[in-house]
């Protein structure tokens, strides 16, 4: 059984940074990407980052150039270092894993207010 744990979430000032974690935990076969993705409320779940097996990243229009994903092979772990944060990216973040199936984390909450 693959467990996937977040870690990092709270609450931060507009302009702040956190950084996210999440452990993949289990028996995982390849992993094809690890990624992050959000929720806001009344608002569908989407894209923030991925980061692929060869370690090429992609990210949402919103997350570049402030958001950087990063990986940890060899312990099943990546995270989410998240700079200039905005009232907008307050949402409950998900780790997600992709190997023979999608696994999903429980979340974190993320806030971002003054």
């Known amino acids: 059984q693959v467990q996937l744990v977040e870690s990092g979430g709270g609450l931060v000032q507009p302009g702040g940074s956190l950084r996210l974690s999440c452990a993949a935990s289990g028996i995982i076969s390849t992993i094809y990407y690890m990624g992050w993705y959000r929720q806001a409320p009344g608002k569908q779940r989407e894209l923030v980052a991925l980061i692929y097996r060869g370690g090429t990243s992609t990210y949402a229009d919103s997350a570049e150039g402030r958001f950087t994903i990063s990986r940890n092979n060899a312990e099943n772990t990546v995270y989410l270092q998240m700079n200039r944060l905005e009232p907008e990216d307050t949402a409950v973040y998900y780790c997600?894993?992709?190997?023979?199936?999608?696994?999903w984390g429980r979340g974190t909450q993320v806030t971002v207010s003054s």
């Open positions: 997600n894993l992709k190997s023979a199936l999608n696994y």
